[in-house]
């Protein structure tokens, strides 16, 4: 087993046994490199078990993100059939790190999408648009990590939950949304936080993922990134995203 590879178990089995590892790297030796192929080996493992690969999830593309994690080079990490949660539905507290939730935009591609394109380019591949909420799960103790350590760790990816789909002729650029625990109003904002607008996260995506060899495909999910900082959730609790003019999505933790 490669150094790589074996860094790579190391996250796979935190993740499989919902149980925090010490940062890997707290000199900040690894490369971004070396990081993006520790994740790719990662979810190398999970394909192997028989998950499939369903899209693209961008990290810190909002200011509020950047600021919360103290990080500002926007990151992306790969989805898997298994982190999509179905909406509505309970996903259970132990079976996570320490679980937090934000509220995202998440866009279906009809067509392929790679390299440098422009934003009419990036519009042109959409399917639809849709509120979600991504469920981010550090490995690491305390959600505490460098940026090599969180490409290395799918960008703290865990779960996912897709509100309705609405057509991309939808204006997403500064869509209001709320997200609520239990009901209370726990963070508010805008799609427009996400790198001013939402298409440009997209348009991001396209381009990180060809450079890794992995272009965009048709029937692929981008999520663009939390576009308010993100909340604790704990067992027991309903959370919910309300966007305008799209929907909501949400889902109980057991
Ligand atoms: C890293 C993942 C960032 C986002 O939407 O900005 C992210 C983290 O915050 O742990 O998912
Ligand atoms: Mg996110």
């Known amino acids: 087993m490669t150094r790589i590879e074996e860094l790579a178990r190391r996250l796979d089995d935190a993740a499989l046994n919902a149980c ?3 940062q890997m790297d707290p000199e900040n030796r690894l490369s971004i490199e070396e990081a993006y192929a520790i994740q790719a080996a990662s979810i190398a493992r999970r394909i192997e078990r028989g ?3 369903v899209g693209v999830k961008m990290g810190f593309t909002s200011r509020a993100k950047m600021l919360q994690m103290g990080l500002s080079d926007v990151i992306w990490g790969r989805l898997t059939s298994r982190m999509q949660l179905e909406e509505g539905g309970t996903i259970d507290f132990a079976s996570f790190v320490r679980p937090r939730v934000e509220p995202e935009l998440a866009f279906l591609l ?3 999408l790679r390299g440098n394109v422009t934003a009419a380019e990036a519009l042109a591949a959409v399917e639809a648009v849709a509120p979600a909420l991504e469920i981010i799960d550090s490995r690491y103790q305390d959600f505490k990590f460098t940026l090599p350590e969180v490409i290395a760790d799918n960008a703290s990816s865990s779960g996912f939950v897709i509100g309705p789909w609405n057509a991309p002729s939808t204006d997403v650029v500064n869509l209001g949304l709320a997200l609520t625990i239990d009901g ?3 963070q508010a904002g805008s799609t427009a936080a996400l790198l001013g607008h939402p298409l440009r996260s997209l348009v ?4 990180l993922s060809a450079a890794a060899g992995e272009p965009l495909q048709a029937g692929w999910i981008v999520m663009a990134g939390g576009a308010t900082p993100a909340e604790w ?5 309903h959370v919910s995203v309300e966007m305008q003019h799209l929907g909501s999505a949400s889902f109980h933790v057991r």
Do not use: D, Y
């Not at 991001?204 to 381009?207: D, G, N, T, V």
């Open 233 to 237: 959730i704990l067992a027991g609790q």
């Open 110 to 112: 009809k067509r392929p």
């Open 184 to 186: 209370r109003l726990v």
């Open 51 to 53: 998950e499939t690969r």
């Open 204 to 207: 991001a995506a396209a381009r």
């Open 20 to 22: 925090a590892i010490a």
